[in-house]
């Protein structure tokens, strides 16, 4: 299945991708964690993103597309994928539809995950990621890790990303607003659109989804 989940900051994307990839056997691919795993390494690719994502803003298109479009030629895509956080704008969309129709393929469903603004807060507030991989994602409240600070699954210290002040995440629901959510309309027209709710226990949610993919999907 080729899959694209969408959703504001903090909507649980992550979380839901890491279960979701799982089940479906195909690879969660967050052009988030490609950016920050560019900037850990210190390639000339994280240090032109970072200004951006610490501002909250899109990075620019030409590096955003071609990064993607790259891992998802690589070969344990080739019979599908989960795409959290790309694309992220009508333009990303348009690349998007126009390398798969060349490549003869197509887009199976749009999971859109639906929560109230004082619910991303909430979540992103309390957010903690792993400082070796960051789809290792904890919630000081809703998922605490069982050693304060330290990572469930590779002993990894825990971090608050740069991006996660209040300040920033209210530029980041801005931008969600008005560039990302045009893409549900993109995607409506073209009939593959389900939407969720992404309220409830993280199981919970997982179970919503399963079942919508395979109504929807
Ligand atoms: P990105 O990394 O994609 O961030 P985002 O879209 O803002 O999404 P988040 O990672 O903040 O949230 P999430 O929905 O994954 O939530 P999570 O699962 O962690 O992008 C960051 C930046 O990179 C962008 O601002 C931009 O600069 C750049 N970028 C990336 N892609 C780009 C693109 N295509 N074009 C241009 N620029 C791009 O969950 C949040 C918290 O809630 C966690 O602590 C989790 O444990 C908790 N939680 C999750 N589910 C539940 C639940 N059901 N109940 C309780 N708690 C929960
Ligand atoms: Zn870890």
Redesign the pocket.
């Known amino acids: 299945m080729r899959i694209v989940l969408v959703?504001p900051?903090?909507?649980?994307?992550?979380?839901q991708a890491a279960y979701l990839a799982k089940n479906l056997s195909i690879p969660h691919i967050?052009?988030?964690?490609l950016?920050r795993a560019n900037i850990s390494r210190g390639t000339d690719l994280g240090v032109q993103a970072k200004g951006?994502?610490d501002a909250?803003?899109?990075?620019p298109d030409e590096v955003?597309i071609a990064m993607a479009l790259e891992r998802m030629g690589q070969p344990d895509a080739a019979n599908g994928f989960l795409l959290?956080?790309?694309?992220?704008n009508v333009s990303?969309a348009e690349a998007l539809d126009k390398a798969l129709t060349a490549e003869g393929l197509h887009l199976d469903a749009v999971l859109d995950l639906e929560v109230d603004e004082d619910e991303v807060v909430k979540?992103?507030a309390?957010?903690r990621i792993c400082r070796n991989d960051s789809s290792h994602?904890?919630?000081v409240t809703?998922?605490p890790p069982k050693k304060q600070g330290v990572c469930d699954e590779c002993g990894g210290e825990l971090y608050q990303r740069d991006?996660d002040s209040e300040e920033t995440v209210r530029t980041?629901l801005e931008v969600y607003h008005t560039q990302t959510e045009p893409i549900i309309d993109h995607y409506r027209e073209q009939g593959l659109v389900v939407t969720i709710s992404?309220l409830?226990?993280?199981a919970e949610?997982t179970e919503r989804a399963m079942a919508a993919l395979e109504e929807g999907g």
């Open positions: 959703g900051p903090g909507a649980g994307k992550g979380t967050s052009t988030g964690d950016f951006y994502m909250g803003n899109l990075v955003t959290d956080g790309f694309p992220r990303q979540r992103i309390g957010r994602v904890f919630h809703y998922s991006d980041r992404a409830g226990k993280v949610v």
